[in-house]
T-cell receptor
Framework: DAGVIQSPRHEVTEMGQEVTLRCKPI?????LFWYRQTMMRGLELLIY????????DSGMPEDRFSAKMPNASFSTLKIQPSEPRDSAVYFC????????????FGSGTRLTVV | QQPVQSPQAVILREGEDAVINCSSS?????VHWYRQKHGEAPVFLMI?????EQKGHDKISASFNEKKQQSSLYLTASQLSYSGTYFC????????FGTGTSLTVIP
């Protein structure tokens, strides 16, 4: 299995632009997570999907952030408009079942907003 | 609530042992352990689900106390490849990662 695939690996954008991060989970995993990692705040859960349905989006910072999972093999995280404070590494992770299994993380997208 | 990890950082010589602790004020459903190397994604090490559980592979093992409020990760006879930041993740109603423990193994 190729693991969790994220794209792009790096993204540099100007403040105010729209940014879309993409994730392909491991086939057969029905739980998908978006995390943000910064030095100051560590790993923060942004949103959690189960069977393509958003279950917990309480970590989404504000309305500028949105996430979708149109099918079991694809998810997007969109930031519009982007701000410098959004600069971070964004990880997507998937799991067969969040109760009893660990999470497999993608390689992450390093976002820099200038 | 975010679990509390200790120590924040530790430096070991090859072959030495280390213990990393993860504590919560409430009983937990589960504890995960991950290792993250610089510039890479966290990698899942193990999950503990039952009070009193102990498990491990190779020279890395973990325990979950009977009250399910504390877990410890044990690294024995450390190798250079063990260097990285170790995170516990704990689930009450929600899942939170700890603040991490930076572990550096030197020759």
């Amino acid at each position: 299995d190729a693991g969790v695939i994220q794209s792009p690996r790096h993204e540099v954008t100007e403040m105010g632009q729209e940014v879309t991060l993409r994730c392909k989970p491991i086939s057969g995993h029905n739980s998908l997570f978006w995390y943000r990692q910064t030095m100051m705040r560590g790993l923060e859960l942004l949103i959690y999907f189960n069977n393509n349905v958003p279950i917990d989006d309480s970590g989404m910072p504000e309305d500028r952030f949105s996430a979708k999972m149109p099918n079991a093999s694809f998810s997007t995280l969109k930031i519009q408009p982007s701000e410098p404070r959004d600069s971070a590494v964004y990880f997507c992770a998937s799991s067969p079942n969040r109760e009893y299994y660990g999470y497999t993380f993608g390689s992450g997208t390093r976002l820099t907003v200038v | 609530q975010q679990p509390v990890q200790s120590p924040q950082a530790v430096i070991l010589r090859e072959g030495e042992d280390a213990v990393i602790n993860c504590s919560s004020s409430k009983a937990l459903y589960s504890v995960h352990w991950y290792r993250q190397k610089h510039g890479e994604a966290p990698v899942f090490l193990m999950i503990l689900l039952k009070g009193g559980e102990q498990k491990g592979h190779d020279k890395i093992s973990a325990s979950f106390n009977e009250k399910k409020q504390q877990s410890s990760l044990y690294l024995t006879a450390s190798q250079l490849s063990y260097s990285g930041t170790y995170f516990c993740g704990t689930r009450e109603n929600q899942f939170y990662f700890g603040t991490g423990t930076s572990l550096t193994v030197i020759p």
